[in-house]
């Protein structure tokens, strides 16, 4: 009977309001919920840093209600190193999540 009230409180969790920043702000275990794994994920903010010995870029994103996420700023993957130069630090930006990583980007 120790199960259902765990069970309880994981549905709690998963409830938007609370869930906003779940496992979100540890940027390594952003490894995606499995939704977005499979199917790409729109969202917008602004570029905060473009680190390209990395292949990373920081956004300032909106909230991704698809992901559950709230908005923060972190660091994004990118998929193709020319994704890098689609926009500079600064400007607003329109951008796509496949596996976590950012597979399409441009200013907006
Ligand atoms: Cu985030």
Not at 43 to 53: N, P
Not at 63 to 91: C, E, Q, R, S, Y
Request: proline share 6%; hydrophobic share 55%; charged share 15%.
């Amino acid at each position: 009977m120790k199960f259902l009230p765990v069970l309880a409180a994981a549905l709690a969790l998963a409830t938007p309001a609370v869930a906003q920043h779940g496992g979100h702000e540890g940027h390594g275990a952003h490894a995606a919920p499995a939704a977005a794994a499979a199917q790409s994920v729109r969202g917008t903010g602004v570029l905060k840093a473009i680190d390209a010995r990395g292949g990373a870029v920081t956004i300032a994103h909106d909230p991704i209600p698809a992901l559950n996420w709230g908005a923060m700023t972190m660091p994004f993957k990118v998929a193709h190193p020319a994704l890098l130069k689609a926009a500079a630090v600064g400007d607003k930006v329109a951008f796509e999540l496949k596996g976590g990583r950012v597979v399409a980007l441009k200013k907006r």
